[in-house]
């Protein structure tokens, strides 16, 4: 199997590629422009990957960066966990799926550092790429999902940036959360948070991001089951009430038999509604 994630441990790089396809939506003629194994940031020497796609066209346009699950040590950004940069291109979007440093390599907080990496990368990128920076999305699956939430919450926290592009910015407009945990101290496979120079609970309350949510925190749409045995529903029902409390814009999408939910037609529909909600199809940059 080829293998996608080329991370600190790795011993070589892939080269980017570029390849174009029909679009999804079936226009006739339209074009999706796709660069696989893109370098976003470095770190040691390192690449951190990702692949991205758009519509041909002169844009600029929104931006879903897509985060993938796999409680941090497997999965990649192709696998289901992940969106289609394909299928999000054809729906008008600058789409990116990053790959992080996984825990059996390099421990916590490196996978955080890197989606942080990846939205400077972002923000860095808008003459390279057809991006609209103030219309940048975050979505993410079960541990993915928590990386968002925390990069919405913490931000940098105390963490030093890592990967490259250190004067940019992390901003975004909004987030999308799928099946994910927000506090980790309550969550069974919380434990694989552990860096190597910290105590692991005080480490894994400071990664919660239940711990960080303030009135300022950017609009987020919840997507959870009362069946997911990987992250119980507790989880995002404590987030929501403390969205609640904290008077943050937020959306809970409430199913109680769709288990432990991936990157599905039903979560392309309600992100896509949400984020078109949030502006995203909205106010261009000239």
């Not at 892939?14 to 006739?28: H, I």
């Not at 931006?63 to 289901?80: A, D, N, P, Q, Y």
Request: aromatic share 8%.
């Amino acid at each position: 199997m080829k293998m996608s994630l080329i991370i600190v441990c790795a011993l070589s790089l892939a080269a980017a590629s570029s390849v174009s396809a029909e679009a999804a939506n079936g226009e006739k003629g339209a074009k999706i422009i796709v660069h696989e194994d893109v370098v976003y940031g470095r770190v040691q020497g390192a690449g951190l990957l990702c692949d991205v796609a758009y519509p041909e066209g002169k844009g600029p346009f929104p931006v879903i960066l897509s985060v993938h699950g796999g409680r941090w040590f497997r999965e990649s950004k192709s696998t289901h966990s992940a969106i289609k940069v394909r299928d999000w291109a054809a729906f008008g979007y600058v789409a990116v799926s990053i790959d992080y440093r996984l825990i059996g390599c390099s421990p916590a907080p490196a996978c955080y550092q890197d989606v942080l990496c990846a939205i400077r990368w972002l923000h860095a990128n808008p003459h390279k790429y057809p991006i609209d920076n103030k219309r940048i999305f975050l979505i993410g699956q079960s541990a993915g999902g928590h990386l968002v939430s925390l990069a919405a919450t913490l931000g940098d926290g105390p963490f030093k940036r890592t990967g490259g592009w250190e004067d940019q910015p992390h901003d975004f407009r909004a987030m999308i959360c799928v099946s994910s945990p927000y506090e980790l101290t309550k969550l069974d496979w919380g434990s694989g948070w552990t860096p190597s120079s910290e105590e692991p609970v005080a480490a894994r309350q400071l990664a919660s991001p239940i711990n960080h949510i303030s009135a300022k925190m950017k609009p987020i749409l919840i997507l959870h089951s009362d069946d997911d045995k990987s992250v119980p529903i507790q989880q995002a029902l404590d987030m929501v009430n403390a969205l609640k409390k904290a008077k943050v814009q937020h959306r809970f999408v409430h199913y109680q038999n769709k288990g432990h939910i991936s990157m599905t037609e039903d979560v392309i529909r309600e992100a896509r509604q949400f984020m078109t909600e949030q502006g995203a199809h909205l106010g261009a940059k000239k």
